[in-house]
């Protein structure tokens, strides 16, 4: 078994006005070289694989704050107060039945071994007397939080309570009359999932496999808006090396919603659902 991870790191950057964070994960590869791949143009066995150009990341992710007293906020930062951008590329996975039970086999050794190394040096009665203490303690906190607290400051608390619910709700009032017409956004997620293929099948033949690609959402959160905007394409085909395709698309997009909430407003717009069978 040999699991690689290229290209992993991260960044921050803080300025007057905004700050920027980044992530990402260049590549990530599962292999079990002594069993025969089922995907075309590799040999060895891939449990997950990646297909991407070499100068592209598997996982990337940016996010965003800028500060709305900044000059350039509405130019620079399209009038956003936090940006998030996240990508997936290309990813298959590979489910070799073989592959599956001799992992399966080396993680219930492995947990074996994990258990017997604890017992040997007593982790388990240590565990148990820890959580022994634990119970026999909790009792006593609670009849002490019980004494502590009488009823002048329980009746004090209640009514702090109740005045900052008030003086919430006043303040939401407010926000949700000043900002009828503002043009400020406070959280912009865009996502886009490059593509997902699935392969099932064993050392004898290859029987599914599954396609998934370009899905993109978008969220868009305002003070008085709440607007969701998604897509996705799929494909599948069972027994692939007697049938081509038994399901394949019309468009380009399989499944698009439209979603917008609004204070006393909720529609929801399906624009378009399609699908294309091959003729037997």
């Known amino acids: 078994l040999s699991v690689q991870i290229r290209r992993l790191g991260c960044g921050l950057q803080m300025r007057t006005f905004d700050m920027v964070a980044t992530a990402y994960l260049g590549d990530l590869t599962v292999e079990q070289p002594q069993y025969k791949s089922l995907v075309p143009g590799r040999?060895?066995?891939?449990?997950i694989d990646n297909t991407h150009k070499s100068?592209?990341?598997?996982?990337?992710?940016?996010?965003?704050?800028?500060?709305?007293?900044?000059?350039?906020?509405?130019?620079?930062y399209k009038s956003t107060e936090q940006a998030i951008d996240f990508s997936f590329r290309t990813l298959t996975v590979t489910l070799h039945q073989e592959a599956l039970v001799s992992l399966?086999?080396?993680?219930?050794t492995l947990q074996a071994k994990i258990a017997e190394l604890q017992e040997q040096q007593g982790v388990k009665p240590k565990e148990t007397a820890v959580a022994a203490n634990a119970v026999d303690a909790a009792p006593e906190q609670v009849e002490k939080r019980a004494l502590s607290r009488t009823p002048s400051q329980q009746s004090v608390k209640s009514l702090s309570t109740f005045e900052s619910m008030k003086l919430s709700q006043a303040r939401r009032q407010r926000?949700?009359?000043?900002?009828q017409d503002d043009r400020i956004i406070k959280t912009h997620v865009n996502a886009l999932f490059d593509a997902l293929s699935v392969y099932v099948?064993?050392?004898?033949?290859?029987?599914?496999?599954?396609?998934i690609s370009e899905i993109r959402a978008t969220v868009i959160m305002k003070v008085v808006c709440f607007e969701i905007?998604?897509?996705h394409s799929a494909t599948y085909c069972p027994l692939c090396f007697i049938i081509p395709s038994m399901l394949h698309l019309a468009t380009s997009s399989f499944f698009i919603m439209h979603c917008v909430q609004c204070p006393y407003m909720y529609t929801y717009v399906p624009e378009c659902v399609q699908l294309g069978y091959h003729k037997s």
């Open 104 to 108: 399966k086999k080396y993680a219930e």
């Open 43 to 47: 040999e060895t066995l891939f449990v």
């Open 55 to 76: 100068d592209q990341n598997l996982l990337q992710l940016k996010y965003v704050q800028a500060n709305k007293e900044s000059p350039f906020f509405a130019t620079d």
């Open 229 to 231: 905007l998604g897509s």
């Open 175 to 179: 926000e949700l009359e000043q900002a």
């Open 201 to 211: 099948g064993s050392n004898e033949c290859l029987d599914t496999s599954l396609g």
